[in-house]
């Protein structure tokens, strides 16, 4: 009798403890955030409990997605404000001096937003897009070398060979269609971007990142469709379809990138691989991990690597495309350049840096169309920028594309596309140049900004010197904004379609 009394209090307790810690983590701790932003005069729209403001997100998103005109997307008018995405408080900013404070923050006590990691574990692991503090800076200090100019340009040829397969590809189309086509662009360009972080990240195994790529981006879509119940505590672990086949797919990725690693280290070549999966995999080693951490690492990192740099670059070459297609005056403008400065050759990485009009045009493109549009993180200590107090535990959103388009920094012309203002470099573009910030700004700034802008100008180069173009009848001009591997992306919408011709 004794001890069955025992054995039910310790039940009680044990459940009384959960239901605590249940009620501080959805209801107490969200509400004493909240209440601490609202102290500072920081407004949002009220939360309902579990679900925070979900519900008005997805209300929002699909009168985005239904929208078919050319504006941008609504957005608040104010600069500095809140909202829950279920139990996690997020500060948005687009305040340029509060900005420019977190943006260049160098403490680690600014991290990766944790829920990132928890709610796209299967896609990106703890790799460098999603870790904070010591883990990110040894990965960062790793990989960065690696992308730096000098080893760009030593991926000058794979660049343009990736490029020469699209080019290829649409010729044979125009030429079969009689000098004139209509092709929809989208997944040419997705072809291109993947062809190269395959072959900068497998070297000679690239098409086995084929395989990788296609499962990836399966489970990147199955992510993005259940983005909106992130931070509905404990959905990630429900068995529902969505997660089993998340679970699967990540598990098949797993495998084929670690079948790839051991290919390789069985190979008795003395070839010199300086791929990046070279680099992760020696990381992995002088870390001294033990075997599943240190497969893990291998694993998170290359599907970071491919994350980081394939829908970005695939997203705005396309905006560059349909903004050159929509402005025939600069895609004349920008041809003239390209013929004048390559005479017919294939573009090295001087005869790129020449080309001052396409640099432009890209810039004017990143501005308009960021294919990264929030850039997040958290305060894992109580910090400060600017006059406002931040918590631990708030997330921070920095608001990129309301900066970029904000007419009180750009100018009343500030929604039009107007390459010409980057004549003077991004310092005479406009008011508060540290606000244009397409790459990100600060110690996490983009890894491969080099290799993307190369990726953009070869492209573009390329495509413009073989043909001209115009919007197809078929186009509908209906911007997203997707939530993808990081806060949100900017898709261009399904059914873009340019017309290509032989010049
Ligand atoms: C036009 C193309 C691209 C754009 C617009 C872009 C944009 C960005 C932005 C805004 C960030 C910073 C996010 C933050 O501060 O949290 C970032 C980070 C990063 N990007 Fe890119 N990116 C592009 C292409 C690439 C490519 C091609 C690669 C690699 C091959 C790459 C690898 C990375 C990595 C690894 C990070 C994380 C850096 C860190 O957290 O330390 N990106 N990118």
Redo the contacts with the bound molecule.
Sequence with gaps: MEFDGFYLLGWVGVIGFVLIRLYYGLVLKPERLGAKMRKQGIIGPPPTLLLGNIRELKKSQSILLNTSSSHLPQRCSCKVFMFSLGNINILCVAEGDVVKEISTCTSLDLG?PSYQQKERGPLLGKG??TSSGHV?LHQ?KL?APH?YMDKVKGMMNLISDSTINLLNSWKTIIETEGGIADIKIDDYVRNFSKDV?SR?CFGSYYSRGDEIFQKLRSLQENMSRKSLSKGVPGMRHLPTKSNRDAWALEKEIRNLILQVTKEREMESTNQERQDLLKIITEGAKNMKLGQEASRQFIVDNCK??YM??YE??AV?ATWCLMLLASHQEWQDRVRAEVLQVCEGRIPDSDMLRQMKQLNMVIHEA?RLY???VV??REALKDMRFGNIDIPKGINIWTLVLTLHTDPEIWGADAYEFKPDRFVNGITGACKLPHVY????VGP??????N??MV??KMLVALILSNFSFSISPKYTHSPAIRVGY?ATTWTPSVGEEVCEKNI
């Excluded at 996490?444 to 900004?449: A, D, F, K, M, P």
Aim: a positive charge; glycine letters at 8%; one cysteine or more.
């Design positions: 990766k460098i897009l990110w960062r990989l992308l972080i900068a970071n690597i980081a740099g970005t670059t705005s990143l960021p294919p990264v850039v997040s910030t397409p790459f990100g996490r700034v983009c890894l491969g900004q290799l993307a990726e953009l990081r």
